[in-house]
């Protein structure tokens, strides 16, 4: 018998069954899910146009001892997009759902995967996922069985698919997730792992009720270790990850509160490992870092705290790096940083007197008139109610 009279038959005999004896039906299953797993040619879209899905629902909402079999199949299936909508109007999502809330880490890992697949890409059933309450039991599955790699991947996975929803992210506030997601971002195997993880954060992190939570948590440092591990490589990946975690980093710090929870009055971790960036030859980290400073520079007493710590010369040091042919987008975030550090009436005083104006006149020889134009605003910031140093402006002019 060739396989596809083998699966023939198979379907045949599941589709004209009107009980499920596991011990009739086990076999056939076998047979769906070798021609799934060999990757049968049309062998998904014969299974869902058979007329056997209402069995396969059935199984499942009679919570029979086919259903983790079952749920394999489905996942399986899924794999193909064309056949996903099928899944959906036999009903399958429905009485997959509940098998979340087994305590089978097999049954677990089938049910994610197929309900993954099905409402991949498909907001309507998103979103009824999310309202009926898959949220909350995704983040306790992560957390009963945190070392199962691929149970937690499918869980993550959702999660990513899902964090864009306004309606996911309010619920995933009120479960404070932070911990579970900086724990798995700790102990993520491979780039793959950290770029789902991070890509969550990410869209949680559009939320400033979310920042804080954030910063209070630890993802920052999280972030920041995950970055010191990853420096000095080459990898494509983890150079990706790096560009991903500063971002967001870059990111968290625009929100007041958490600002100042990394600065920790310029002794927190954060605001060490940025100083770092200024002075990495990473370009990505050199940009997030001046980007950083001047998020930290937003507060008063930070600028005057951050003078008084020596960040400017870091910034002008990177800034002569860029001057000639160097990354426009680092010049303009480092004169940003500038500019709003020179705010404050005393460190104006002080950056004048420390010869600053003279270190920034020496970048007008760049010949990009976007950075000359910054640059000589930094130098009226700095000059600004300094009657006594306005010459230099006309010098540089």
């Given at each position: 018998?060739?396989?596809?009279?083998?699966?023939?038959?198979?379907?045949?005999?599941?589709?004209?069954?009107?009980?499920?004896?596991?011990?009739?039906?086990?076999?056939?299953?076998?047979?769906?899910?070798?021609?799934?797993?060999?990757?049968?040619?049309?062998?998904?879209?014969?299974?869902?146009?058979?007329?056997?899905?209402?069995?396969?629902?059935?199984?499942?909402?009679?919570?029979?001892?086919?259903?983790?079999?079952?749920?394999?199949?489905?996942?399986?299936?899924?794999?193909?997009?064309?056949?996903?909508?099928?899944?959906?109007?036999?009903?399958?999502?429905?009485?997959?759902?509940?098998?979340?809330?087994?305590?089978?880490?097999?049954?677990?890992?089938?049910?994610?995967?197929?309900?993954?697949?099905?409402?991949?890409?498909n907001s309507y059933q998103q979103n009824h996922l999310v309202q009926s309450g898959v949220i909350p039991r995704?983040?306790?599955?992560?957390?009963?069985?945190?070392?199962?790699?691929?149970?937690?991947?499918?869980?993550?996975?959702?999660?990513?698919?899902?964090?864009?929803?306004?309606?996911?992210?309010?619920?995933?506030?009120?479960?404070?997730?932070?911990?579970?997601?900086?724990?798995?971002?700790?102990?993520?195997?491979?780039?793959?792992?950290?770029?789902?993880?991070?890509?969550?954060?990410?869209?949680?992190?559009?939320?400033?009720?979310?920042?804080?939570?954030f910063a209070e948590s630890g993802v920052p440092e999280a972030l920041s270790e995950m970055i010191r591990g990853l420096q000095g490589g080459s990898d494509p990946h983890d150079l990706c990850s790096i560009k991903i975690a500063s971002n967001l980093i870059v990111s968290l710090l625009l929100g007041d509160e958490s600002m100042q929870k990394c600065f920790g009055e310029g002794s927190g971790l954060v605001y060490q490992d940025v100083l770092s960036w200024l002075q990495s030859s990473n370009t990505q980290l050199q940009l997030s870092g001046a980007l950083a400073i001047a998020n930290f520079a937003r507060n008063d007493s930070n600028c005057v705290k951050m003078l008084d710590l020596g960040v400017v010369p870091h910034i002008l040091t990177l800034l002569e790096q860029h001057v000639d042919e160097g990354d426009v987008s680092v010049q303009h975030a480092g004169l940003s940083a500038l500019r709003n550090l020179a705010i404050p009436a005393t460190n104006k005083v002080r950056m004048l007197e420390d010869g600053v104006t003279e270190r920034i006149k020496t970048l007008l020889r760049s010949d990009m008139p976007p950075v000359q134009f910054k640059l000589l605003g930094t130098l009226r910031m700095m000059v600004d109610g300094q009657g006594e140093h306005l010459q230099l402006l006309a010098v540089s002019n």
């Open positions: 018998m060739t396989d596809i009279d083998s699966l023939n038959v198979a379907l045949k005999a599941i589709s004209v069954s009107t009980e499920l004896i596991e011990e009739e039906l086990k076999p056939h299953l076998d047979t769906l899910l070798a021609a799934l797993l060999e990757k049968k040619k049309d062998a998904a879209v014969e299974i869902a146009t058979s007329g056997i899905l209402p069995s396969l629902a059935q199984a499942l909402r009679s919570r029979s001892p086919l259903s983790c079999q079952v749920a394999l199949v489905v996942a399986e299936m899924a794999r193909e997009a064309a056949v996903r909508e099928t899944c959906i109007e036999a009903g399958l999502v429905k009485v997959l759902v509940p098998h979340l809330n087994s305590n089978n880490q097999e049954m677990l890992l089938n049910t994610g995967r197929a309900i993954g697949r099905i409402c991949f890409d995704l983040v306790s599955i992560i957390r009963e069985y945190p070392e199962n790699d691929p149970l937690v991947n499918v869980c993550l996975l959702a999660l990513c698919n899902l964090a864009d929803m306004d309606s996911a992210r309010d619920a995933l506030a009120e479960l404070g997730v932070a911990d579970v997601l900086t724990f798995q971002l700790k102990r993520a195997p491979d780039g793959e792992r950290r770029h789902v993880i991070l890509e969550i954060l990410g869209s949680l992190s559009e939320s400033d009720a979310l920042k804080l939570q």
